[in-house]
């Protein structure tokens, strides 16, 4: 394990933004986003969450596909190349890090299927995972087997008293650790990290969602037809306003549209983030298959909680981030549907 | 406020009970302070559930555009409103979005909604005043305004302030935030179009995100002024932006302008008056022009 003080922690950074563009969680028009490290950015490494997650970084909002030029009768279609450039991201919360192995399941599974820009951008970025010290009132990634004290990644990191502590765990870890050890220092024992562990796991187990775990149960691929039956529905979906907030803020929704962008001398075909939240998701020549909010509701969490698991040998699509239970307009959030349909009621 | 729950939970309790009322259109606690959801309560015991504090944050008139259209043997929905829902509800009257004799509106006292960092609202700090419109009746009276008041019009005279350069660049620095989610455009009780343009496939300027860094810049210019001499300032569009973008200083521009131009006028406080964008008399101001022979001359 290696060390270095906070107060140099600038000189980590100057090091791994050697290797690539290095993402930090930096604040700004008072929010916290993974965006690249330049010095003097406001590095936020105290704030669980970032208002945004990691997701953006390997499957971002909106990327061009392939391009189509017309001259004359011929039409000539290019192709977007595959990302190749090496970058880092420092910061990224345990939730945040299983969120990218839900999306490793969706893109990357189905060797007839790979999504190339995904795994383009998966093997040419390394990820510096944070483990987190102290939960916010919305966390919960307890309830899906993540450990917010032990983060998985490339290289595991902890901030204790004022001290960094640093741990490879892959080989492209490994890599990453020669880069920066020149300004770091060895340590020898983990007392200090593993208290700091414990803390952490204390104040997740006292935090407000911690029995959330038990309504959990009644989910995964057990018995389809009743979940997506129930009576329930109805009223939880009522409140929802239908934006796309919560699947935006996700680290795991996954869904995009593919659209033609005329720009008036050739077509540009994008994709970017759709939300089965829209009235216009997966629209087709007979309509949208979903026609009420009730239906869209029902599907998001059917699809995280039922559908995925069944697909993905029981693994639940939400980590637990808690990033749309503080952005929903109306706060009805995957927490409340759980226990809902779980049989357990609101605190 | 646990005076004026108790209070709400009675009445509420009163109209479900004599049949007067389908449901009740209110908040139900969560998990935490800040996390009530709308709901439309239908039986006396459910009550129990009901919250209303200094979290409590939605708005409930939009939803009556739903509510008061469902058949329910022609009964009425009840639906407390805080004081400046009761602008957006007047909003929705006008406009015909909403059948006055299918609801009862019952305002309820408020003394300022918190943040889940327990901060007084921006809406808030810039009250528009407590006093309630187009109300069947009134729990707990008019709220006080005890904090030291915001000048509504500060943000926008600040940008006004600004260098055209200036301005461009502060807005487009704030949008460079948006993701598109629509949250704005959705709690939104004026943006009650059937199918908005954005949504339509068929409008040719539908689009789900940005096909370039400009286009949601667009989306919220053409949004505010669609919005313009209609928007209640409310400020739940820029209370539920996930991404903090100050949205209701592009309203309230309209809004001081409409203000300076036709004088003084709030939208959805009263029912009857024509609104100064979509009425006309000859004496209406041509902002923008000066009165001269041929072609005008642009002014400042």
New interface residues.
């Given amino acids: 394990m290696l060390k270095i003080l906070m107060s140099d922690i600038g000189r980590l950074f100057e090091r791994l933004s050697s290797v690539g563009t290095l993402y930090l969680p930096i604040e700004?028009?008072?929010?916290t986003?993974f965006a690249p490290w330049r010095a003097g950015a406001d590095v936020q490494l105290d704030r669980v969450n970032t208002?945004?997650s990691v997701k953006g970084l390997f499957f971002p909002?909106?990327e061009d596909i392939a391009f189509f030029k017309r001259e004359g009768k011929k039409i000539s279609v290019l192709p977007s190349s595959d990302p190749d450039e090496p970058f880092a991201v420092f910061g990224v919360r345990a939730c945040d890090v299983r969120g990218l192995e839900v999306l490793d399941k969706v893109f990357l599974d189905d060797p007839a299927h790979m999504d190339t820009f995904y795994k383009g951008r998966r093997e040419n970025g390394a990820l510096i995972a944070l483990a987190c010290s102290s939960p916010a009132?919305?966390c919960f990634c307890g309830a899906f087997g993540v450990d917010l004290a032990e983060p998985s990644g490339d290289v595991a990191a902890w901030i204790v008293d004022n001290t960094l502590y640093w741990e490879a765990k892959t080989q492209r870890g490994e890599r990453l650790t020669e880069a920066v050890r020149p300004v770091m220092a060895e340590q020898s024992g983990t007392s200090a990290v593993d208290a700091s562990k414990k803390a952490a796991r204390d104040a997740l187990a006292a935090a407000?969602?911690a029995s959330l775990k038990d309504s959990l149960s009644a989910w995964g691929a057990n018995d389809m037809l009743t979940l997506f039956s129930s009576p329930l529905w109805a009223?939880l979906s009522?409140?929802c306003?239908?934006?796309?907030?919560c699947?935006?803020?996700c680290p795991t929704c996954q869904c995009y549209?593919v659209?033609d962008?005329d720009t008036g001398h050739g077509v540009?075909r994008?994709r970017?983030?759709?939300?089965c939240m829209?009235?216009?998701f997966t629209?087709m020549a007979s309509g949208n298959p979903r026609k009420t909010q009730l239906e869209r509701f029902r599907q998001r969490f059917m699809h995280k909680l039922v559908y995925f698991p069944e697909k993905y040998g029981g693994m639940f699509s939400c980590t637990g981030c808690g990033r749309c239970?503080?952005?929903c307009?109306?706060?009805?959030?995957i927490?409340?549907v759980i226990k809902a349909v779980g049989g357990v009621e609101?605190? | 406020m646990q005076n004026v729950r108790e209070l709400m939970i009675k009445k509420a309790g009163e109209m479900l009970s004599s049949g007067e009322v389908y449901g009740v259109l209110a908040w139900e606690?969560?998990?935490?302070a800040?996390?009530?959801?709308?709901?439309?309560f239908t039986s006396p015991e459910s009550l129990s559930r009901l919250a209303y504090d200094e979290f409590t944050a939605?708005m409930l008139s939009?939803?009556l555009i739903n509510e008061a259209k469902k058949p329910n043997e022609g009964k009425k929905v009840m639906v407390f409103l805080k004081p400046c829902d009761t602008y957006n509800f007047g909003h929705l009257l006008s406009e015909h979005k909403v059948e006055r004799d299918r609801v009862y509106a019952v305002g309820v006292a408020c003394s300022g909604i918190f943040s889940?960092e327990k901060t007084l609202l921006e809406k808030c700090l810039a009250c528009k005043g407590m006093e309630f419109h187009h109300c069947d009746e009134v729990i707990g009276g008019e709220g006080k305004i005890t904090w030291d008041k915001l000048d509504r019009f500060a943000g926008v005279e600040m940008i006004e302030s600004m260098t055209p350069s200036e301005r461009f660049e502060f807005w487009r620095?704030?949008l460079s935030?948006c993701?598109?989610?629509?949250?704005c455009?959705?709690?939104c009780p004026v943006c009650s179009c059937v199918k908005c343009v954005f949504?339509n496939?068929g409008s040719g300027v539908?689009?789900?995100?940005?096909?370039?860094e400009f286009e949601e810049n667009m989306f919220h210019i053409i949004r505010a002024f669609h919005v313009a001499g209609r928007c209640t300032d409310c400020g739940?569009c820029s209370?539920?932006c996930?991404?903090?973008?100050p949205l209701h200083l592009l309203n309230r521009k309209f809004i001081k302008d409409v203000n300076a131009l036709f004088g003084p006028y709030q939208a959805g406080a009263s029912l009857d008056d024509a609104s100064p964008l979509t009425s006309y008399s000859v004496n209406d101001p041509e902002p923008g022009y000066k009165d001269k022979a041929k072609g005008g001359e642009r002014v400042a």
């Fill in positions: 700004g028009g008072g929010q986003a208002d945004l909002q909106t009132e919305t407000p969602l009223n009522m409140s306003v239908g934006c796309g907030t699947t935006y803020v549209d659209q962008f540009t994008f970017c983030w759709d939300s829209y009235s216009d629209l239970l503080s952005k307009p109306v706060s009805m959030n927490a409340k609101n605190g | 606690r969560g998990d935490f800040c996390d009530q959801t709308p709901a439309l939605p939009k939803y889940r620095g704030e935030r993701i598109r989610c629509n949250a455009r959705n709690v949504d496939p539908m689009s789900k995100s940005n096909a370039d739940e209370r539920v996930p991404r903090n973008i």
